[in-house]
DNA sequence: TTTTCCATGTAACTCGTTACATGATTTC
DNA sequence: GAAATCATGTAACGAGTTACATGGAAAA
């Protein structure tokens, strides 16, 4: 239900951290998995620590801006395992923009088609070169894994794409 | 950019409809490639009206309620055929749910890990056969090469969740 | 005669993003 | 001395959904 808390009590799960801290991690290692926005974030802290999910600590380092330092406690730690099973136990289907065309390429003649569709072949490719590109330091498990999935489904969306492209060029001949 | 809009104009192309034929048409071929609800596309269509991209005709069957039956005009057409282009155009990574949950699996039993993605491949499968038994007149072109594309990720999904599950349970023995 | 279908619409709400405000501190 | 970093937060906005209202006609 609550991905958004999932992530964000996963993340706490490793260590207690501020919220700063926590908007960086997502930012620079979760951006392939989810988009989540700081102001999100910080809500969604507050809202974990009224639900007695996360406690607060408030620290400061000398001068510098005072942070709120959450840590998961024995209620969120629960609410995270049962988040997480639910995750993991399940699968719907993902309903990709990348789909909606596909319904009316009858519209457009087939070579305009073709060269668009390459098009999107080479946006995958780069996906895929960004994706392999990722430090892969964690990539038996963790993040990795996660990765490891967009991978997979990045190249069976490549292939795919590739047999269409050739049914409609072969078309094409045809005529 | 903006895909309601192409799905609407999608439907409008092949011919004029009224607004409840439209959602019946959305609910009962579309449930597996859009979300879209009543409320979204009467507001839509209006905003495509007031946009210029689609004309209003009022029709009334005796004594039934009057409806507005929508077209698309020069101008939708023209717009229609440009959003079209990019969205074939267009490929970017999906936030897909599923990954969530991989990057945390280490905080679970690793027997409780091959539980739930168990249950995760049967809904994959339960999916698969619900793609497969939507009727295929149109299988080739349309709406199914869509469903096509859906299928592919989805045995490509469930392929890689086998030898995730393999790779945990040959984990196990280990020990 | 109650339910379902036809046909459209709107008001309230949720979720999330954008854009901005604050203020000190380190870096260029 | 200007810019980027640290650290948090809020107000305004937007897209979309939920839930409801209407009212006649056909079906059960």
């Given amino acids: ?34 988009d989540m926005k700081k102001a999100t974030a910080y809500g969604m802290l507050d809202k974990l620590n009224q639900g007695g999910y996360v ?42 923009p990348a789909d909606i065309g596909l319904m009316f390429i009858d519209y457009l003649p087939p070579k305009h088609v073709i060269a668009s569709l390459k098009k ?13 590109a990722v430090p892969h330091h964690n990539h038996v498990t963790g993040v990795g894994l996660a990765l490891d999935r967009s991978q997979a489904l990045l190249k069976a969306d490549s292939e795919w794409l590739s047999t269409l492209i050739q049914k409609l060029e072969t078309k094409i001949e045809e005529d």
Same sequence: chains 1, 2.
Avoid: C, W
């Fill in 120 to 132: 999107r072949q080479l946006k995958i490719k780069r996906l895929q070169e960004s994706l392999k």
């Fill in 1 to 34: 239900m609550n991905n958004r808390a999932l992530i964000l009590l996963g993340i706490l799960m490793a260590q207690r951290q501020h919220g700063y801290q926590i908007n960086e991690f997502i930012e620079r290692n979760l951006s392939n998995i989810t």
């Fill in 55 to 96: 406690d607060i600590e408030i620290e400061q380092d000398g001068n510098r801006p005072p942070r709120k330092v959450y840590s998961v406690n024995d209620k969120g730690r629960d609410y995270f395992l049962e988040l997480l099973k639910q995750n993991l136990e399940n699968s719907e289907l993902v309903k990709d």
